[in-house]
Structure formats: C-alpha cells, structure tokens
C-alpha cells in the first residue's frame, strides 16, 4: 500500500513533470504496476532506467513491507535525483539506485528478481532481458514501458521474443493513451 507521504511525493512530481514535460510513467500506467505488484506479490524488483524516480516510488510503494527494488540509472545526476525523491517518499531502504549501463550492471547482481521494469534505452530492450533471465524466478512479471506506435520499431524485437507462442512468456499489452506496456510473465 503507498503511504500518504509517497502519495504526496508522486502529486508533486505529476505537476513538475506536466510543467516540465518530462516523461515519467504517470497515473495510468502507474496503477497496472501496482496492481500487478500487488496480485503477483513481487518482493524484490529491477528498474532499468529510472529518470526522476517517479516509477521507483510507485513499485517500491506497492511492495510489501520487506519487498525491495534496486534501480539502475546510467545517468549519475538522474540517479541522485532518483535516490533523492524515493528518500523523500519516506522509501530510502526500500529503494536502491546504482548508476551505470545496465547492460554491464546486470550480470554483477546478485540474487534473483521476481519483477522487472524496463524504461531505458528502447532499442536495447531486448538485451536488457536476455541479461536479466538468469537472475528471473520463474514466475516472475517483466514490464516494459513505451511499446506504443512512437517506439514500436525500436521495441520489435523484444515484442516478437516475449510474445512468441513458442517462447518463455505469456505476454499481453496494454493501450495506455497513445502508449502502451507489455506484460510479461516468465513460464520457465
């Protein structure tokens, strides 16, 4: 459940980034994560690009008391924001940020992740998920943000490897105005 303090945290951020227009998750896209957090039960996720911090609030929100997120911002200035605003929403020991290309992070983490939130560079999505499978519990929810028309093409690939009937995933997309997301749940 997020706590009134994380609340405030993401209407303040809601105005800035209207103001600014700056490209956060937003509200609509912001309950799907928390109703998916919420019905699979993840403890312990990934965000691989995590700009202001906006979607760190909002999953590390919905996790449960001991549920963890770790984030991985290339940017080092966008990562101190990021750590800053989750410390702001009352979520600093729930939300860790690491700075640098998540494509070398990645194999370095330990433990494994039952939830993933990708929203960094569109054309390397599919990379991104081939390094986090290993470190994927079966089960586990694979989110990718901005699948809409605008980035359909830099996302292709990964849209035809997790929507392959074959394939390790059942996935599905959701139409979020002129965006979308793709849900996807590792099999095996």
């Known amino acids: 459940m997020?706590?009134?303090?994380?609340?405030?945290?993401?209407?303040?951020?809601?105005?800035?980034?209207?103001?600014?227009?700056?490209?956060?998750?937003?509200?609509?896209?912001?309950?799907?994560?928390?109703?998916?957090?919420?019905?699979?039960k993840s403890k312990r996720g990934i965000e691989l690009g995590s700009l202001l911090g906006y979607s760190a609030i909002l999953i590390a929100g919905a996790m449960p008391p001991k549920g963890r997120l770790l984030?991985?911002?290339?940017?080092?200035?966008?990562a101190w924001i990021a750590r800053a605003n989750a410390?702001?929403?009352?979520?600093?020991?729930?939300?860790?940020?690491?700075?640098?290309?998540?494509?070398?992070?990645?194999?370095?983490l330990p433990g494994r992740f039952d939830f993933a939130f990708i929203d960094?560079?569109?054309e390397d999505y599919l990379d991104y998920l081939r390094q986090l499978e290993p470190k994927l519990m079966r089960g586990a929810v694979?989110?990718?943000d901005n699948t809409g028309p605008s980035f359909r093409r830099d996302v292709k690939p990964y849209l035809d490897y997790v929507r392959d009937p074959a394939g390790r995933y059942t996935s599905r997309g959701y139409?979020?105005?002129?965006?979308?997301?793709?849900v996807s749940v590792l099999l095996r």
């Open 142 to 144: 694979v989110v990718a």
């Open 2 to 40: 997020i706590t009134h303090k994380a609340r405030r945290m993401l209407a303040l951020m809601d105005r800035a980034t209207t103001l600014w227009h700056i490209p956060v998750v937003g509200r609509a896209k912001g309950r799907i994560l928390r109703r998916l957090i919420e019905r699979h």
């Open 71 to 78: 984030c991985v911002e290339v940017n080092g200035f966008l």
């Open 120 to 122: 960094a560079a569109k």
């Open 175 to 182: 139409d979020v105005g002129d965006d979308a997301m793709e």
């Open 87 to 108: 410390n702001e929403a009352g979520l600093g020991k729930k939300v860790k940020v690491l700075t640098g290309d998540a494509l070398r992070v990645i194999p370095m």
